[in-house]
Every structure is written in C-alpha cells, then in structure tokens.
C-alpha cells in the first residue's frame, strides 16, 4: 500500500514557474514508476509526465515536451514535478499516481493522490 500526498500548487501568473511535489509514504517506493496527471475543470483527466522507479527514464505529453520536467529523489520517497512557462491551458487538478510500470494510460497505476490545484492567470 502505498499513500501519495500532493503539495506545491497554487495561483501563479502566465510565465510564471511552479514546483509540485508528492510525498509517498509505504513499503517500496523506490520500485515504483510514478506519473502525473491532470484534470481541467469540464474535461478528462489526461497524462502529463511518468518515470521509471530509478529515474533515469522519463515519458512526457507532447505537448508538455520542454516546459516540464519529472524528477525523483528515492531517499526522500518524493516524486516532483517541474513546470515552467505556465500559461493559462495548464490550469487543472494534478495528480500524482504509483504504478508498477511506466505508462501514459492511467490503468497502469494502482495508487493516486488527492490532487493539487494549479491555476495560472493570463
């Protein structure tokens, strides 16, 4: 079992950086592949960004290519998620998940935050 804690989030303006982080607690972290996820209000949740349990590889959105960036820090039993050049369309409830593979769709991952609300102005 593992519990996923989101935090970071926040009212940030278009242009601006935001660093969300997800704290896990549990057996075993480190085996994991843990993703994010987002959900805009009045629309699917849709993947963001996944890493493999070392860290070493990484999978993004196209369309989040170059202005996100996933990272983990196993001694820490944190996943994070770097976001810069927020504009306005990142405005949604992200989600950190736990899996036991990598993976764009979400049935990969058997664990999920509560979420964090990242709401950008334009």
């Known amino acids: 079992q593992v519990q996923l804690v989101e935090s970071g989030g926040g009212l940030v303006q278009a242009g601006d950086s935001l660093r969300l982080s997800c704290a896990a607690s549990?057996?075993?972290?480190?085996?994991?592949?843990m993703g994010w996820f987002r959900q805009a209000s009045g629309k699917e949740r849709e993947f963001v960004a996944t890493i493999n349990w070392s860290g070493r590889i990484t999978s993004y959105a196209d369309s989040l290519k170059g202005r996100f960036t996933i990272s983990r820090d196993n001694a820490k039993n944190t996943v994070y998620l770097q976001m810069n050049s927020l504009k306005a369309e990142d405005t949604a409830v992200y989600y950190c998940?736990?899996?036991?593979?990598?993976?764009?769709?979400?049935?990969?991952?058997?664990?999920w935050g509560q979420g964090t609300q990242v709401t950008v102005s334009s």
């Open positions: 998940a736990a899996g036991r593979s990598s993976s764009t769709g979400q049935r990969a991952y058997d664990y």
């Open positions: 549990g057996r075993a972290f480190s085996s994991y592949a």
